[in-house]
């Protein structure tokens, strides 16, 4: 799933970041919230769609969203992780300023 892959992709940004001006962890909080919501709403609009309905069937889309709920918990701890040791201020007020996914690969 290509939210998932970038997802990931924006942990591992962190991971790798510079240190200008260290986040702070309110910083590092809002800015995981912040991608987090971006990726359920993705997910949502993806197990939503005709589409997707139409091949799984409400039950199955249904499914898609739980899982994605399980995998969301785990990347939300695993941002603010990397965020909390590793990210800059600009990097958390990128991910907390994201409107979509693609403003979030604009982040890294």
């Given at each position: 799933?290509?939210?998932l892959?970038?997802?990931l992709l924006?942990i591992?940004?962190?991971?790798?970041?510079?240190?200008?001006a260290?986040?702070?962890?309110d910083?590092?909080?809002?800015?995981?919230?912040n991608?987090?919501?971006?990726?359920?709403?993705a997910?949502?609009?993806?197990?939503?769609?005709?589409?997707?309905?139409?091949?799984?069937?409400?039950?199955?889309?249904?499914?898609a969203?739980?899982?994605?709920a399980?995998?969301?918990?785990f990347?939300?701890?695993?941002?603010?992780?990397?965020?909390?040791?590793?990210?800059?201020?600009?990097?958390t007020?990128?991910?907390?300023?994201a409107?979509s996914?693609?403003?979030?690969?604009?982040?890294?």
């Amino acid at each position: 799933m290509r939210t998932l892959s970038s997802a990931l992709l924006l942990i591992a940004a962190i991971a790798i970041g510079g240190c200008p001006a260290k986040a702070t962890k309110d910083d590092c909080a809002q800015a995981c919230e912040n991608v987090s919501k971006l990726y359920l709403g993705a997910v949502e609009q993806q197990s939503s769609s005709d589409e997707v309905l139409g091949k799984m069937g409400e039950a199955g889309a249904k499914m898609a969203r739980d899982m994605a709920a399980l995998q969301l918990d785990f990347l939300r701890q695993e941002c603010e992780q990397e965020c909390n040791e590793r990210a800059t201020r600009d990097l958390t007020e990128c991910l907390s300023n994201a409107k979509s996914s693609e403003d979030l690969e604009k982040c890294n």
